[in-house]
């Protein structure tokens, strides 16, 4: 007889997220944990990291206080406090996912997971931290180990504790560094040098590609590219990293752009290539578990080719975010409870935040024609929108993409203050599929900032109101 209705493996977002939908819906749950209730994105992502950039943000603003007619004598920052007022966030959501689980009634093993063949679904042999081990069998598993940072040691991209970081070194060095190369511009890498910017390092960020944030709009991009070299970083773009090196000082960096061969030297690197799948050691391989590229191959319900046993989240491949993980937990086990299937295709917001901030969902406009669509394009600046103009925060705009046959709204991008507070407007609209016409008839509340979302809607059909 199974010990549980449903065991997950691992604790992040996607994994105590689809733990208590099913204890909610009534399945004997057990998860299984190697570190700490939260994963990455609580501990060591996407929550602490937002802790460091609002120390970075509020730090940045005192030094433009007589834009708004106000006033301070001098300004500084104590290092080892922001690092600690960020890992004491991370510390107290970890703490509220322990609360969560003891709540629902779902059992926590702490310690690392290994799969055999078992019934109905594989067997979780568990190697408990506190010694010896545990063999638990449930009715279904569902994997949500997660990923880390891709790491090319040919060329020296891996960490070493010391100068060269992954996002994780990168949250609780010793001390700030006051020179900085970035080696990727995806929204890690973009996240930490907005942070270590704002404090004041000189920053350089390496991107392969032939523009930086390459996943989002061309637009946005170029336009995220100019706002942060007014706030004084540097880019090199289509540039191939050959070797990256310790020095007695710091770090050395090769790498050739143009067909030319360039090295920079800094106090640090942060090595944000991308993510890797967390499928090692989990018996994947003696169950026949079909891997892709370092990600588990799962269908639309999440079922891998193994009978019993499911993925969800980062280890399931892109996009790497801790909301679609979320997501997919709860399709996941409504599925398995026999609940009717839920959207697992919903449109998926992704949130870069830096300074300023940026926003998408759904597709480019290069993507729209790719696809071989009639398109209408409309944007709107916050130059001209009064709450950003009242704000201080006049940076950025809004666009949108639409078919010009259904007046379906395809993608929606958006560079400015706040603006991933305000994506989600475009998301519930694409979930529920609203035209333009139900878009243009929604009231936006004025003054704010979601008002340019509005604009940008009328703009594509050559109505906006204030341009």
Same mark, same amino acid.
């Given at each position: 007889m199974a010990d549980f209705d449903l065991i997950v493996i691992g604790g992040?977002?996607?994994?105590?997220?689809?733990?208590?939908?099913?204890?909610?819906? !009534?399945?004997?749950?057990?998860?299984?944990?190697?570190? *700490?209730?939260?994963?990455?994105?609580? *501990?060591?992502?996407?929550?602490?990291?937002?802790?460091?950039?609002?120390?970075?943000?509020?730090?940045?603003?005192?030094?433009?206080?007589?834009?708004?007619?106000?006033?301070?004598e001098g300004r500084s920052y104590d290092f080892t406090k922001v690092i600690e007022r960020s890992r004491g966030v991370a510390k107290q959501l970890s703490s509220g996912v322990a609360f969560l689980m003891k709540k629902h009634k779902i059992e926590v093993f702490d310690g690392t997971a290994k799969l055999e063949k078992g019934a109905a679904a594989p067997k979780v042999v568990v190697a408990l931290k506190a010694g010896g081990s545990r063999t638990?069998?449930?009715? $279904?598993?569902?994997?949500?180990? !997660?990923?880390?940072?891709?790491?090319?040691?040919?060329?020296?991209?891996?960490?070493?504790?010391?100068?060269?970081?992954?996002?994780?070194e990168a949250m609780v060095p010793k001390a700030a560094p006051k020179t900085l190369v970035v080696i990727g511009s995806g929204a890690i890498g973009i996240e930490f040098a907005s942070f270590y910017r704002a404090l004041g390092a000189e920053v350089v960020v390496i991107e392969a590609m032939d523009r930086i944030l390459p996943v989002e709009d061309a637009e946005v991009s170029a336009a995220a590219q100019k706002a942060f070299e007014r706030r004084g970083l540097k880019f090199r773009v289509g540039a191939k990293v050959?070797?990256?090196?310790k020095t007695k000082t710091g770090v050395s960096v090769a790498f050739d752009i143009g067909g030319k061969a360039e090295t920079l030297e800094a106090d640090a690197a942060i090595v944000a290539v991308g993510i890797d799948g967390n499928v090692e050691n989990l018996g994947l391989e003696a169950l026949g578990v079909k891997v892709?590229?370092? /990600?588990?191959?799962?269908?639309? /319900?999440?079922?891998? *080719?193994?009978?019993?046993?499911? =993925?969800?989240?980062?280890?399931? !491949?892109? &996009?790497?975010?801790?909301?679609?993980?979320?997501?997919?937990?709860?399709?996941?086990?409504?599925?398995?409870? !026999?609940?009717? $299937?839920? *959207?697992?295709?919903? &449109?998926?917001?992704?949130?870069?935040?830096?300074?300023?901030?940026? =926003?998408?969902?759904g597709l480019t406009e290069a993507q729209a024609k790719a696809d071989g669509r009639e398109i209408k394009v409309g944007r709107f600046p916050f130059r001209v929108n009064g709450k950003a103009i009242a704000s201080g925060e006049v940076e950025g705009f809004v666009?949108?993409?639409?078919?010009?046959?259904?007046?379906?709204?395809?993608?929606a991008h958006m560079i400015g203050g706040e603006v991933t507070e305000m994506i989600q407007g475009y998301a519930i609209a694409m979930t529920l599929e609203a035209t333009e016409a139900d878009l243009m008839a929604t009231v936006f509340p004025h003054p704010t900032m979601s008002e340019a979302m509005h604009e940008s809607v009328l703009d594509a059909y050559g109505m906006a109101l204030h341009l």
């Open positions: 992040g977002p996607g994994g105590y997220v689809a733990a208590i939908r099913a204890s909610q819906l !009534g399945l004997k749950t057990a998860i299984v944990e190697r570190e *700490n209730l939260g994963g990455i994105c609580l *501990n060591w992502g996407c929550i602490p990291t937002k802790a460091l950039l609002k120390s970075g943000e509020v730090y940045e603003q005192l030094g433009h206080l007589g834009d708004y007619g106000l006033k301070i638990l069998e449930a009715k $279904s598993v569902i994997l949500a180990t !997660g990923a880390r940072a891709r790491v090319i040691p040919s060329v020296g991209l891996e960490p070493d504790g010391e100068r060269i970081w992954t996002y994780r050959s070797k990256l090196a892709d590229r370092g /990600h588990i191959t799962i269908d639309s /319900h999440c079922k891998t *080719n193994v009978p019993g046993l499911y =993925a969800i989240g980062d280890v399931a !491949g892109p &996009p790497w975010l801790a909301h679609k993980a979320m997501h997919e937990g709860v399709h996941c086990v409504e599925g398995i409870a !026999g609940l009717p $299937s839920s *959207n697992l295709t919903a &449109p998926v917001p992704g949130c870069t935040y830096s300074t300023p901030q940026i =926003a998408s969902v666009k949108t993409v639409f078919d010009a046959k259904t007046g379906a709204l395809l993608g």
